[in-house]
């Protein structure tokens, strides 16, 4: 019997999480850095409790009705078989729990959805295996891909050792950046199959559907590189689609848009002066 016991208490040890595992291993949800994060949270653990509370009333009194009620203290079945005063208390009760529930989750969804007074408007197109982010009224545009190491890391017999390599598929060459403490209002959708974009630390998820625009907004209050997956899968290489969102100041905001849009003028201007070179070649010959 001894050795039985061995045997399981080390198959459980086996089954805990140990060393860094442990570390990075959360039941609950992340608070996150935006106001929505806190307040999905907040509606998550006031649904949680409540359905504690629940439990440890039903399975209390079920508990005690089974041992103080037992066949063996000379208990006998009851008598009766309707109760019309039980039946309206226990349909009242969950009627006015669900009503309690449902007020403070409708106006979570409420404010998810509210993308008025915008500040910054993107738009996101999911593709196999990117994301193409367009800053619509700045004109800047590109694509943002797995990073090279970890690519390069991922690929079969490629002889590197992936915990070398730092955010192990959780990096991109170009992340997504935005000003904090401004509201983002993101547009997505995708050019093939389903996509979902993904940020734990905004609390948010949105699908990307192709032929059809989702909206999503946060507006992060603390500044600071953020990374989040695809959370729909997408196919093949799913598992190699993060998302990055480097929240900078306003004004490291400012000069990183700057230099964008002037990294876009430059290759304009040499098409133009191309075009230009063309023509008159043309018109001298």
């Known amino acids: 019997m001894s050795k039985i016991l061995k045997y399981a208490a080390a198959g459980a040890a086996a089954c805990l999480p140990t060393g860094a595992a442990l570390a990075a291993w959360e039941l609950n949800m992340p608070v996150g850095v935006t106001e929505l994060s806190r307040d999905i949270h907040a509606l998550h653990m006031l649904i ?23 066949h063996s203290q000379g208990a006998v079945p009851a008598k009766f078989d309707h109760s019309t005063r039980a039946e309206i208390i226990w349909t009242i009760i969950p009627v006015a729990i669900l009503v309690g529930m449902a007020i403070p989750a409708a106006e979570t969804l409420i404010r998810i959805e509210d993308t008025r007074n915008s500040e910054l ?51 991109v060459d170009k992340p997504l950046v935005v000003p904090v403490d401004t509201k983002v209002r993101l547009l997505l959708t995708s ?95």
Not at 56 to 62: K, Q, S
Not at 126 to 151: A, N
Not at 198 to 217: L, S, T
Request: proline share 3%; with cysteine.
């Open 48 to 70: 949680f409790w409540i359905c504690v509370v629940i439990a440890v009333a039903v399975f209390g009194v079920m508990i005690y009705s089974i041992i103080k009620f037992r």
């Open 121 to 171: 408007s993107i738009k996101v197109t999911g593709y196999q295996w990117k994301w193409q982010y367009e800053y619509l009224e700045q004109k800047v545009g590109f694509f943002s891909t797995l990073s090279r190491d970890s690519d390069a890391a991922r690929q079969l017999h490629s002889g590197i050792d992936p915990d070398t390599v730092e955010h192990y598929l959780l990096n």
């Open 191 to 285: 050019a093939d199959v389903i996509h979902a974009w993904w940020v734990p630390a905004f609390g948010m998820k949105k699908d990307a559907i192709p032929g059809f625009v989702n909206e999503i907004w946060f507006k992060a209050e603390e500044t600071g590189v953020y990374r989040g997956q695809c959370a729909e899968l997408c196919g093949r290489d799913h598992g190699f689609m993060p998302v990055v969102v480097d929240v900078k100041s306003k004004e490291d905001y400012a000069a990183w848009l700057a230099a964008q849009q002037g990294g876009e003028a430059a290759p304009a201007a040499a098409q133009t002066n191309e075009s230009a070179m063309a023509t008159a070649i043309a018109q001298a010959e």
